[in-house]
Every structure is written in structure tokens, then in C-alpha cells.
């Protein structure tokens, strides 16, 4: 007689529930005390020194000239790459999963780039195209077109530090969802931005909206590329994690925490709208899945 064996997630599961109630307590306890002492912890540093020496300080702070350039400058740079690397996303995750084509492990290859090249490095390049002794130094400086220690080197930079978010949130999305629908809507007459945005759009906006949510994330955080392609003219290319060096360099920790917390509240509204989204993809996924 043939006895069935039990599924290989069953086992693990299992275990997990038979575990003795030590074990259990100890590994929670690991957790909570390494999320406390390396996110908690650093987090509460941040508000504590922030609010040292009073609310009235603190504001001064965020307020004062430098810190509202830095602040602006931040959201501009943000403003303008997030949507580039959406279109780009959008159309690259569209081709490489619905489209065989020469040349697509090849794109798949250069999204994936930033993740391996160090962002500093990447600032370089862009000096060396850019800067006044750099490959086309010359030409934009004689058309008085300038890139670098300016607001599109930075935007360049945070671009291509972000380039894969998107594209890397939507490609597995779209190609687990085949290519059935938009051939049946084609079938039935809808052409290509009909299926686009009636077909394909409504099955990625989730994952869109979650990969939008990251490259947003880590274009205001950005540090190493914006670092070298800015030039640190205060009050004119610092972005807010630059500015936090200077002060902090200066020995003005209250400022320096002060537009430090800025940037840990944006993280905070960032993680609760990632969980949001986790949560909101999830149930869709499972009631379509029923």
C-alpha cells in the first residue's frame, strides 16, 4: 500500500509549531533586539538629537535658507527623475516581457547595472562626459549648457541610480501574466494603447505604484553619485543628505539632526505606504487567484 508523503512545506511547519516554547521565545527575542538596536535605536537617536534643544530650534532649522534650498532642491530632483524612470520602466518591462527580441538579455543586462556599479563611480562618469576638462566639457560650455555642479547632473545621477525599480518591480509581474489577455483584446479589435491602458495597466498598477514608491525612496536618499557630480555650493546643489554632512561637519548637530529627521519621517511615510501596498496587492492577488 502506498502512504502519500506529506508536501515539503508541511514538515517546516510543522517543526515551527512543535518547537519548544524557549527556542520560540529566544529566537523572537534575537529579533526584536537586533530590529531594536540597529532601525530602532539609530531612529530615536535621530528625533532625540533633533529636538535637544527644543521645537523652536528645531524649526530654525528647517527654516532657515540653506535647509529650505536643500529641502526644495530634493524634492525637484525626486520630481523629475521618479517619472523618467517610470516611463522607462513601464516600456522596458512592457518589451522584455511581452516581446522576443535580439538584444534583450542584453537590456535586461544594462537595467541590472546600477545595482553592481558603486554609486560614486557613477557620479564620475558623468563628470568625466560632463565636467569642464571632461569628453563634451568644451561643446556645452561653448553653448552655455552646464551639467555638472548643476541641477541636470544631479537629476542625471539620481536617474541612473534608480534606473532599475521600476523596471525590476514589473518585468516578473508582467511576465507571470502571460500575454493571453492582451492578444484577446487585440482579437477583438483593440489596438495597441487601448490593450495598454485597459488591459495591461490594470493588471500592473500595484506593482507599478510599489516599484514608483521605491525609486522615489532612494532618489531623495541619494548620497554618493549626487555627492560628486554637485560640487556642495551650499544653497544651490546640496540636497538634503549633502546638507546633513555640511552641518554636521560643522559641528551644528542640531540642524544636522534636524534635516536628518526630515529625511527619516519621509523613510517612515515611504515604509507605511510600501506595507499598504504589500497589503492591497496582496488580498487583489488572492481574490483573482480564487
Same mark, same amino acid.
Given at each position: 500500500?502506498?502512504?502519500?508523503?506529506?508536501s515539503?512545506?508541511?514538515?517546516?511547519q510543522?517543526r515551527?509549531?512543535?518547537d519548544?516554547?524557549?527556542?520560540?521565545?529566544?529566537?523572537?527575542?534575537?529579533?526584536?533586539?537586533?530590529?531594536?538596536?540597529?532601525?530602532?535605536?539609530?531612529l530615536?537617536a535621530?528625533?532625540?538629537?533633533a529636538?535637544r534643544?527644543?521645537?523652536d530650534?528645531?524649526?530654525? #532649522? @528647517?527654516?532657515e535658507?540653506?535647509?529650505?534650498?536643500a529641502?526644495?532642491l530634493t524634492?525637484? +530632483? /525626486?520630481?523629475i527623475a521618479? !517619472? %523618467?524612470n517610470?516611463v522607462?520602466?513601464?516600456a522596458?518591462s512592457?518589451?522584455?516581457?511581452k516581446?522576443?527580441f535580439?538584444?534583450?538579455?542584453?537590456?535586461?543586462?544594462?537595467i541590472d547595472?546600477?545595482?553592481?556599479?558603486?554609486?560614486?563611480?557613477?557620479?564620475?562618469?558623468?563628470?568625466?562626459l560632463?565636467?569642464?576638462?571632461?569628453?563634451?566639457?568644451?561643446?556645452?560650455?561653448?553653448?552655455?549648457?552646464?551639467i555638472?555642479f #548643476? @541641477?541636470p547632473?544631479?537629476v542625471l545621477?539620481?536617474?541612473?541610480v534608480?534606473?532599475?525599480? +521600476? /523596471?525590476r518591480?514589473?518585468? !516578473? %509581474?508582467m511576465?507571470?501574466q502571460?500575454t493571453e489577455?492582451e492578444?484577446?483584446?487585440i482579437?477583438l479589435?483593440a489596438?495597441g494603447?487601448?490593450t495598454?491602458w485597459r488591459?495591461?495597466?490594470?493588471?500592473?498598477?500595484?506593482?507599478?505604484?510599489?516599484?514608483?514608491?521605491?525609486c522615489?525612496a532612494r532618489?531623495?536618499?541619494?548620497?554618493?553619485?549626487?555627492?560628486v557630480?554637485?560640487?556642495?555650493i551650499?544653497?544651490?546643489?546640496?540636497?538634503?543628505?549633502?546638507h546633513?554632512?555640511?552641518?554636521?561637519n560643522e559641528y551644528?548637530f542640531?540642524a /544636522?539632526f534636524?534635516?536628518?529627521?526630515?529625511?527619516?519621517m519621509?523613510?517612515?511615510v515611504?515604509l507605511v505606504?510600501?506595507?499598504a501596498?504589500?497589503?492591497?496587492y496582496?488580498?487583489?492577488l488572492?481574490?483573482?487567484?480564487?
Amino acid at each position: 500500500m502506498h502512504v502519500s508523503q506529506p508536501s515539503a512545506g508541511v514538515a517546516p511547519q510543522r517543526r515551527a509549531l512543535t518547537d519548544p516554547a524557549w527556542v520560540r521565545i529566544l529566537l523572537i527575542l534575537l529579533a526584536l533586539g537586533f530590529v531594536g538596536l540597529f532601525l530602532v535605536l539609530p531612529l530615536a537617536a535621530v528625533f532625540t538629537e533633533a529636538l535637544r534643544r527644543g521645537l523652536d530650534a528645531y524649526w530654525a #532649522a @528647517l527654516v532657515e535658507e540653506d535647509a529650505l534650498s536643500a529641502i526644495q532642491l530634493t524634492l525637484m +530632483v /525626486a520630481a523629475i527623475a521618479v !517619472p %523618467l524612470n517610470l516611463v522607462f520602466g513601464v516600456a522596458a518591462s512592457w518589451c522584455i516581457a511581452k516581446f522576443d527580441f535580439r538584444g534583450k538579455s542584453v537590456l535586461i543586462t544594462l537595467i541590472d547595472l546600477p545595482f553592481s556599479v558603486s554609486p560614486v563611480i557613477s557620479g564620475m562618469i558623468y563628470v568625466l562626459l560632463f565636467g569642464l576638462n571632461g569628453v563634451l566639457g568644451p561643446f556645452l560650455k561653448s553653448q552655455g549648457i552646464q551639467i555638472i555642479f #548643476a @541641477l541636470p547632473g544631479l537629476v542625471l545621477a539620481t536617474v541612473f541610480v534608480t534606473f532599475p525599480f +521600476v /523596471a525590476r518591480e514589473l518585468i !516578473p %509581474l508582467m511576465q507571470e501574466q502571460g500575454t493571453e489577455e492582451e492578444e484577446a483584446a487585440i482579437v477583438l479589435g483593440a489596438g495597441g494603447w487601448q490593450t495598454f491602458w485597459r488591459v495591461t495597466l490594470p493588471n500592473i498598477k500595484w506593482g507599478l505604484l510599489y516599484g514608483v514608491l521605491l525609486c522615489n525612496a532612494r532618489a531623495m536618499g541619494e548620497f554618493g553619485a549626487v555627492s560628486v557630480v554637485s560640487g556642495h555650493i551650499r544653497g544651490a546643489t546640496n540636497t538634503m543628505p549633502l546638507h546633513v554632512e555640511i552641518l554636521y561637519n560643522e559641528y551644528n548637530f542640531v540642524a /544636522a539632526f534636524a534635516v536628518a529627521s526630515v529625511l527619516a519621517m519621509l523613510a517612515l511615510v515611504t515604509l507605511v505606504a510600501k506595507t499598504a501596498l504589500e497589503w492591497r496587492y496582496g488580498a487583489e492577488l488572492a481574490a483573482t487567484k480564487h
